[in-house]
């Protein structure tokens, strides 16, 4: 079954602290990977994506993924994070060889402590 | 810079009543989608839209919705007839298609948040 898993539903950090989102995706074949990040009351916004080539891939504000193939993780990660970074962040997948849908994770929640 | 635009922003019905969701997706986009997303949950795809018929659709899209491309620039979701359970935000999505790399990226609008009393 197609399916794409976070494991953290909730994470508390501090300003500056680094952090680490896992995903974790079920998906037969080649993939396209993303994260969205939804801040309060706003729609979803693309942190980054990975289509192939290079598997770190750099996204906006700092944030940067890095896809393992053989372990199916596409985790999200932030050298320091702000306050401003408080949001839900969606990891996300699709079939590479066609417009597929896309099957996102339940999402994390992420809380800035000033 | 394109964007996909969705009116209106919010939405308010009585239940048993039909509501359209418009969408404008991005000029060019080949490809069309439909997703929501319940309150406090994750973003859930409803259906797919190509060569102006349905490519792919959820289990969640039953009867009660349609989608229609009726002009060549909007892209409407149609509930017949809303139940409380409905209430969510609509996104519409658009993707150039074209099977290469980069072609699947799917832009998303802004959402419309349907509330059904």
């Known amino acids: 079954a197609q399916s794409v898993s976070q494991h953290n539903h909730h994470v508390i950090l501090s300003e500056a602290a680094s952090l680490e989102l896992g995903c974790n995706y079920s998906?037969?074949?080649?993939?396209?990977l993303f994260w969205y990040v939804q801040y309060p009351g706003q729609h979803l916004q693309l942190l980054l994506k990975?289509?192939?080539?290079?598997?770190l891939v750099k996204g906006i504000k700092g944030f940067e993924a890095e896809f393992i193939k053989s372990k199916f993780s596409f985790n999200l990660r932030k050298p320091s994070v702000q306050w401003s970074d408080t949001a839900e962040y969606f990891c996300?997948?699709?079939?590479?060889?066609?417009?597929?849908?896309?099957?996102f994770g339940s999402g994390t929640r992420l809380s800035i402590r000033p | 810079e394109p964007e996909v635009t969705q009116t209106p922003s919010h939405q308010v019905t009585q239940m048993g009543q039909e509501v359209i969701l418009r969408c404008v997706p991005i000029?060019?986009?080949?490809?069309f989608y439909w997703y929501r997303q319940i309150l406090g949950q994750k973003v859930e795809f409803l259906v797919s839209?190509?060569?102006?018929?349905?490519?792919?659709k959820s289990e969640i899209f039953d009867d009660q919705f349609s989608v229609e491309r009726p002009d060549g620039s909007n892209f409407t979701l149609k509930i017949r007839s809303t139940k409380l359970e409905d209430s969510a935000m609509y996104f519409c999505?658009?993707?150039?298609?074209?099977?290469?790399?980069?072609?699947?990226?799917?832009?998303f609008g802004p959402g419309t948040r349907l509330t059904v009393l």
């Open positions: 999505a658009s993707s150039p298609g074209g099977g290469l790399a980069g072609y699947n990226e799917q832009f």
């Open positions: 000029s060019n986009h080949l490809y």
């Open positions: 996300a997948v699709n079939g590479a060889s066609s417009a597929s849908k896309i099957i």
């Open positions: 998906y037969g074949g080649t993939v396209n």
């Open positions: 990975y289509f192939s080539g290079d598997p």
């Open positions: 839209f190509y060569n102006n018929e349905i490519s792919e």
